[in-house]
């Protein structure tokens, strides 16, 4: 039961061949059993799980239908969830129950999604490894010994180990895409503003976007049109109409125009993974689609404006945890100063203190013009490349990652090193553009992702051009040994 996908749970749901509650106890003992090797979950909601199949299965036996109705999920722990602990991964907040739930969370549980858990991620969504949580690395289920990605890696290495068929997670530079890329699955970072963040714990708000992680492209396509739409309470989302999304899935690919840019296939890139991507797009070249060579000649910015920007952003965003409020408070300050200074030094973790120093800096007097202010007019330049680009052709497409998963604390001594294996990946999210990863190989024993990029609200077609290429290829469907 733990290897069907999303669709194929709502067809036996509505087949009555099992019950939502059958189904949530499996997956509950399945994690039980092997999430100890993997670690991608922060907290089990098993009682809340339970309740919420019941509740499904009675929803059914009344006549009701849903593709989401009785479906397993997980969530990153950066969506509030009320009463329930959300950590964002930190120390900071270990104590901390969301009084509320997020937009995302409270769409997906009227749907009828069944909350087994929170995932695991890095701590405050900083990182490409899931090695800066406060709860401990997550492992890679294709191999115990490298890192899934981050900073969605819980909610990818549970999914890929078949512990549930999807799960929410966020991407602010990459972090759907690149632990989907690590753990051959399937992710989606939908348009800025397609998702709401209400609830979503803030990293960078300007680049932060929620989105499905699935194995299919089928499954983003359902899990996505429960998270999508507008929200009031969200003053960067946007009051656009939210397509069917399963419906455009079998569109034809017949004309359709690919642009790989030229930039992707520099030295940077493992010669393995630019083989696998040439033969991607010799697949949907098969299926009727053209490719062009692109340019996108301000791409080699990108790395040093985003982290200016994300920092900065995360300098400020994170200034409301100081011990005060909620979240972790130091013991016995001697003053007020003594109380803000303890409680962040001691809450916060080396890479999010990391970044609040870089961010503060960059934002400083005398130092905005310079850097921030440079940044932002960098990421001006970064969208109309993709502008000029879109006018000649209808998706983008390259590697999601330069390398394979990395051995766990590869890069932990250099955090430099890790920030440049973004560089596929955080372009997408200083234009505010849509972005999928999806299977597309293996490499040592190690998934390999194909990127490809839409202009803005068209996920739609991502998620057609994925489903049509998975249907014609079967990397996707291969399940990590022991899982
Ligand atoms: N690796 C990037 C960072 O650390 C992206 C993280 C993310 O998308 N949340 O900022």
């Given at each position: 039961m733990h290897q069907l996908t999303l669709a194929e749970i709502a067809r036996g749901l509505a087949d009555k061949k099992f019950s939502s509650e059958e189904l949530t106890r499996v997956l509950l003992a399945r994690i039980t059993q092997l999430d100890p090797q993997l670690?991608?979950?922060?907290?089990?909601t098993e009682e809340l799980a339970l309740q919420q199949a019941q509740a499904a299965d009675a929803r059914r036996a009344k006549g009701e239908t849903g593709a989401l109705l009785g479906a397993p999920i997980a969530h990153k722990d950066l969506f509030c969830t009320q009463?329930?602990?959300?950590?964002?991964?930190s120390k900071m907040l270990d104590n901390f129950k969301a009084p509320y739930d997020a937009t995302v969370v409270a769409k997906l549980a009227a749907a009828g999604a069944v909350t087994l858990g929170k995932t695991n991620m890095d701590e405050f969504a900083m990182g490409s490894a899931n090695e800066s949580s406060y709860y401990g690395a997550v492992k890679n289920?294709?191999?115990?010994?490298h890192v899934p990605g981050g900073s969605s890696g819980g909610s990818a290495a549970a999914v890929a180990a078949r512990l549930l068929p999807a799960a929410t997670a966020t991407d602010t530079g990459g972090s759907i895409r690149q632990p989907a890329a690590f753990t051959n699955l399937t992710g989606l970072k939908p348009t800025y503003g397609r998702v709401s963040r209400w609830g979503m714990i803030a990293y960078a708000s300007s680049l932060d976007q929620g989105g499905p992680l699935a194995r299919t492209a089928e499954d983003c396509a359902i899990l996505l049109q429960g998270m999508a739409g507008f929200d009031?309470?969200?003053?960067?989302?946007?009051d656009e109409p939210v397509p069917d999304y399963s419906a455009s899935l079998?569109?034809?690919?017949?004309g359709l125009r690919i642009g790989v840019p030229k930039e992707y296939f520099s030295e940077g890139l493992d010669p393995r993974i630019a083989e696998l991507i040439h033969n991607s797009v010799k697949e949907l070249q098969k299926l009727g689609a053209v490719v062009k060579e692109i340019s996108l000649p301000n791409m080699q910015h990108a790395i040093p404006a985003y982290y200016v920007i994300a920092p900065a952003e995360a300098s400020s965003n994170l200034s409301r945890f100081d011990g005060v409020r909620f979240g972790y408070r130091c013991e016995d300050p001697k003053d007020l100063t003594d109380l803000y200074k303890r409680s962040r030094g001691e809450g916060f973790g080396a890479e999010v203190q990391r970044r609040i120093m870089v961010g503060a800096y960059a934002l400083s007097a005398g130092y905005y013009d310079a850097y921030y202010l440079k940044a932002q007019k960098i990421r001006r330049l970064v969208k109309n490349d993709f502008m000029a680009a879109f006018n000649e052709v209808d998706i983008i497409l390259g590697?999601?990652?330069?390398?394979?998963a990395w051995k766990l604390g590869a890069k932990n001594s250099d955090p430099v090193a890790a920030y440049l294996e973004d560089v596929y990946t955080i372009t997408a999210n200083l234009a505010g553009l849509p972005g999928l990863s999806m299977p597309a190989g293996f490499v040592d024993g190690l998934p390999v992702g194909v990127q490809l990029l839409a202009p803005y609200f068209q996920e739609g077609r991502l998620l057609n051009v994925a489903h049509q290429y998975q249907l014609n290829t079967d990397w996707h469907t291969r399940t990590p040994t022991g899982f």
């Open positions: 670690n991608s979950f922060i907290s089990l009463g329930i602990r959300t950590s964002c991964g289920p294709w191999n115990l010994e009031a309470n969200d003053s960067t989302s946007i079998n569109g034809s690919l017949q590697p999601t990652t330069p390398n394979p």
